[in-house]
């Protein structure tokens, strides 16, 4: 029996089908952050996480941005590491969600004498706190310090190596295409929401005309030779040109959600590579740092944008969740 509203007129609910809505099970469907900088945080940014449903994540613990000086030297990563080590079981304690972290030596600037670091790193990616290798990868342009291409090459294989070795994932930075992105006052040396003086980013060390494929490319070549299977690497900050690793590969995709004011990034376009090729290999991230303006309930709201655009719920649980528990080969 169609609902009769003691209104002065007649109103929309009374023209609607009022059987159309979300389920229920929508708002509870658990999700896993595979890739983002919470320690770096407040407090109460990482409650936000747990307010949304977040049920576990990986903190990358490899951030070149945080590191007092240029060049950086090994103390200073391992400085990072540590202090994220550290931080960790009290991060667990205050909020509802678990949290792993990703250890590795990022390429965004050059680190001196980086053997030292690669010798201590299988230890610390034994103990159960580490989830991860990352997040590492070829950065075409550093910030501060240029750190040269086999360099880069060598130090991302040898850390693909110790994630093969260990048996866990890596995660790999790709670097974004900003060429279709307005971001105001960038001829300064200036990103508005970004703590990073752009200005002080070095000539970029690979000569292609897409620096973002060449870089994916040697990542991938990295991967090869390290032994590394292709389940075990998540390459971030994934885009809208998603064929040459969906097609070529059978490496995983994750797309980060939380800035799209700077990567152009939204929930369309992970529906988009979702309907092109599958689920089976995409995930969602979002590399929530304290560094630049990001939006942590942003994740959830993936969550709704993806079945507002036609995805069941089987297929958004199987992004969001089972997909980053079968790369973390979580019990």
């Known amino acids: 029996m169609d609902p009769q509203y003691p209104t002065n007129r007649s109103i929309d609910a009374e023209q609607l089908d009022n059987t159309a809505g979300f389920p229920a099970e ?32 990986v903190m990358m613990a490899a951030a070149y941005y945080w590191t007092p000086y240029k060049p950086v030297e090994p103390q200073d990563v391992q400085y990072l590491w540590d202090d994220a080590l550290n931080r960790l079981d009290q991060i667990r304690q205050a909020h509802i969600f678990d949290a792993k972290l990703g ?28 989830a991860a290798v990352g997040e590492i990868g070829i950065t075409p342009t550093q910030h501060v310090a240029r750190w040269e291409l086999e360099d880069q090459k060598e130090v991302t294989r ?19 295409d900003l060429s279709d992105v307005d971001i105001p006052f960038r001829e300064r040396g200036m990103i508005p929401g970004y703590e990073l003086d752009m200005g002080m980013q070095q000539e970029p060390v690979i000569d292609a ?3 973002r494929r060449a870089a994916i490319e040697l990542d991938i070549e990295c991967k090869d030779e390290a032994g590394l299977p292709d ?50 290999r995409v995930l969602v991230e979002t590399d929530s740092a304290g560094i630049l303006r990001s939006d942590v309930f942003a994740f959830k709201r993936t969550i709704f944008e993806l079945y507002r ?22 019990e």
Request: proline share 6%.
């Open 158 to 176: 040898r850390q693909m190596e110790i994630a093969a070795d260990t048996g866990i994932p890596a995660v790999a930075h790709t670097p974004p």
């Open 209 to 211: 005309e897409n620096e």
């Open 26 to 57: 929508l708002t509870n469907i658990p999700w896993i952050d595979i890739h983002n900088h919470a320690h770096t945080l407040s407090w109460n940014d990482r409650e936000k996480f747990a307010l949304s449903g977040c049920e576990s994540m």
């Open 309 to 330: 655009l036609g995805l069941d719920l089987d297929t958004i649980r199987q992004v969001v969740y089972e997909n980053p528990r079968n790369v973390l080969n979580a």
């Open 103 to 130: 250890i590795g030596i990022h390429t965004g600037a050059r680190v001196d004498d980086y053997e030292a670091l690669l010798e201590r790193m299988p230890a610390y990616c034994a103990l159960d706190e580490v």
């Open 231 to 280: 389940d075990q690497l998540v390459l971030s900050h994934a885009d809208r040109a998603a064929s040459y690793v969906m097609e070529n590969t059978d490496c995983y995709l994750s797309y980060t959600v939380s800035y799209p004011w700077l990567l152009g990034v939204t929930p369309r376009d992970v529906a988009a590579v979702i309907e092109e090729y599958g689920p089976d």
